[in-house]
């Protein structure tokens, strides 16, 4: 039986002291490298650096990122009598784009008499059009083949970044004007949700530069989304890297917000279907007079879409810290970037594109880490 606290703790001063105690347990205290030395421009706390180490690993994990070059996809096709709504291939940048990129689609059904809809597919995607229709008066069943926390968007980092979603020198003028509107809507209606009950904070994000960069480089066309953004240069901030552009941002926790996302579906009376369609005909067997195609990948198979191809992420979990609040992007070698989601201190990453493998790669878990490691280790020392 285990002993008692109190016991254990009067047994081990009787062997080493009192003085000698405080000696050990001085010696034991964990290295957390910190900083009052920079400002912090958004958060008021000190600065420290995250613990990271294989030794802490708790799991990692895949996901294949829906990605089309040209952009994602958002029409109506007509197959006799059934109108297919398409809201599908939205690459890294999915959680980001939902309420804006459901928008878009739910407005393909104006003029339409709301009734029974189907929706295929319960990751971000079908719940938020799933959510908008219900708004708009019709009565939705989700049909998937699996339920939310087994879908790509549990999978997402999360922050707020419609990045990764198309290669610009491949997407139209067209795409480029529909993703800016999706980005802005669905920025709005993130910060209408409620904050923490969603599982959104803001958080300051830094990416490390090599040298300074513009800050329309990445984001330029959001900038105005990004407040507290700057160029950091050496001497201004703790990271052993010369620059670092500092923005502010939403952070999300994936599992809380697709939880809440599928408690409002139900609450507004929505009914979710289990089941794995095997090809359009399948689809279109379905007896609502409508279908919206929230498949993401599955889209490839379903709808024959060739452009679609899946591009491979990894991340690396570790316990949750509460003492860290930012986030950073690069640094080391290949992709990287640290999340201090509530659930988890996540370290990712990779971008592997055309590789459908599910297996966790332990080569890319040992990077990840090292280079993290690599990286925190001169923090606060620039
Ligand atoms: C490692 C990683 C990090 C990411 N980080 C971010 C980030 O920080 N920010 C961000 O905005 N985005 C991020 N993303 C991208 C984001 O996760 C995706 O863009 C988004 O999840 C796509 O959502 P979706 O609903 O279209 O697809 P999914 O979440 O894949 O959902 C598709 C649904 O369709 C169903 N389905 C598919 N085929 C069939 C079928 N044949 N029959 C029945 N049902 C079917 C599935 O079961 C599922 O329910 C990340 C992705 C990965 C992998």
């Not at 830094?206 to 407040?227: N, Q």
């Amino acid at each position: 039986m285990p002993r008692p606290k109190n016991q254990v703790r009067r047994n081990l001063l009787k062997t080493i002291g009192a003085g000698a105690l405080a000696t050990t347990l001085a010696g034991c205290a964990p290295m957390v490298a910190s900083s009052t030395k920079y400002e912090r421009a958004y958060s008021r706390k000190p600065w420290v650096a995250p613990r990271i180490s294989m030794d802490n690993v708790i799991r990692s994990i895949v996901g294949h990122r829906p990605y089309r070059p040209s952009g994602f996809v958002v029409r109506s096709e007509q197959y006799d009598d059934k109108t297919v709504v398409h809201n599908y291939g939205h690459g890294g940048g999915g959680i980001s784009l939902s309420w804006g990129s459901s928008a878009l689609a739910v407005r393909e059904t104006l003029g339409m008499q709301p009734g029974e809809v189907a929706v295929i597919g319960s990751g971000i995607m079908g719940l938020t059009s799933a959510r908008l229709l219900q708004d708009a008066g019709w009565k939705v069943s989700i049909y998937t083949r699996n339920v939310a926390r087994h879908t790509t968007s549990n999978v997402a980092a999360g922050e707020w970044g419609p990045f990764s979603v198309h290669d610009p020198d491949v997407s139209s003028a067209a795409f480029k004007s529909q993703l800016n509107w999706a980005a802005r809507v669905a920025h709005h209606a993130f910060t209408n949700l409620g904050g923490a009950d969603y599982g959104i904070r803001w958080l300051e994000g830094y990416f490390m530069r090599d040298t300074p960069l513009d800050s329309s480089e990445e984001d330029g066309e959001f900038a105005d989304l990004y407040p507290y953004s700057a160029i950091l240069g050496p001497g201004e901030h703790p990271f052993a890297s010369p620059y670092a552009r500092r923005i502010v941002t939403m952070q999300f926790d994936p599992g809380t917000l697709l939880r809440r996302l599928v408690e409002d579906f139900q609450i507004a009376d929505g009914r979710f279907v289990i089941r794995n369609f095997a090809d359009r005909d399948d689809v279109l067997s379905l007896t609502e007079p409508v279908i919206f195609n929230c498949t993401g990948l599955g889209a490839a198979k379903l709808f024959d879409d060739n452009e679609l191809t899946p591009a491979k992420g990894q991340l690396v979990f570790l316990p949750p810290d509460p003492a860290i609040d930012y986030m950073t992007f690069g640094g080391g070698q290949g992709q990287l970037y640290m999340f201090p989601r509530s659930d988890v201190l996540l370290l990712g990453g990779t971008f592997k594109l055309g590789d459908y493998s599910t297996h966790v790669e332990d080569d890319e878990t040992a990077r990840i880490v090292s280079e993290h490691q690599k990286f925190f280790s001169d923090f606060g020392e620039s």
